[in-house]
């Protein structure tokens, strides 16, 4: 056994899973309303599988609900119509392109948390603009709680520095607790069933 794969496993023994819940929707106004590519799509997946790598070190997984035919409505800001958001998810809204008020720093993401009317937390992918960094930054957002308790944050200096490091160690095998101060949010869920064997079965 490695020593990340070693780290990976007794990370999970002590730790509870923790499911973060994700709503996600491909841009159905991309390329004159004909919605986002196989490409693009597959892009997509691509760097959500990255960021199911990263976070299984820290013991978090993630439950996708694909909704079909949502859009951004440009009303002098954008914004996705109510009906295709849910409560007790993370809204992940993955275009080829953002509008400027959405991600102005062209990072390729933005997210954001519930302030005023709007009750709901968002992340917004822009693929010509994303890596392979982007979407695992933009959780980390939600999962550290900056967008709880910061909801208009988007990018903060500090914040994504420390963020970048967490990520960061993370990569390197290690738990990051930081991650999992999102247990109690509504839209992540905390399982005791799985649970792996203990440690010292295998010898350890
Ligand atoms: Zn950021």
């Known amino acids: ?9 007794m990370t999970a023994r002590v ?9 996600a929707m491909f841009d159905a106004g991309a390329h004159g309303n004909k919605g986002l590519t196989d490409a693009e799509r597959a892009t997509f997946w691509r760097y959500q599988t990255q960021a ?15 909704t079909e035919g949502a859009f951004i ?36 993401g933005a997210s954001i948390g519930p302030r005023g009317y709007d ?15 982007t979407l695992p930054h933009e959780y980390s957002h939600h999962l550290s709680l900056d967008t709880a308790t910061n909801p208009t944050l988007g990018h903060n200096f500090w914040a994504d520095l420390r963020n970048d490091y967490w990520l960061w160690r993370q990569r390197q095998g ?25 440690a010292a ?4």
């Not at 730790?15 to 709503?23: A, D, G, K, L």
């Not at 917004?124 to 994303?130: D, E, P, R, T, V």
């Not at 079965?201 to 350890?204: E, P, V, W």
């Open 174 to 198: 290690a738990a990051i607790d930081e991650f999992r101060r999102c247990a109690k949010s509504p839209w992540a869920a905390t399982s005791l069933q799985t649970r792996l064997p203990r």
């Open 201 to 204: 079965s295998i010898g350890i």
């Open 52 to 66: 199911q790598q990263e976070f299984a070190t820290s013991g978090i997984r993630f439950e996708f609900k694909i």
């Open 73 to 108: 409505r440009t009303q002098g800001y954008s914004v996705i119509p109510e009906k295709f958001l849910a409560r007790d998810m993370i809204n992940l809204f993955v275009s080829d392109f953002l509008g400027y008020d959405v991600d102005r720093d062209r990072t390729g």
């Open 119 to 133: 009750r709901y937390f968002k992340t917004y992918i822009g693929l010509q603009h994303a890596t392979e960094r």
């Open 15 to 23: 730790r509870p899973p923790i499911t973060v819940r994700v709503n």
């Open 1 to 9: 056994m490695t020593r990340r794969a070693l780290l990976a496993f």
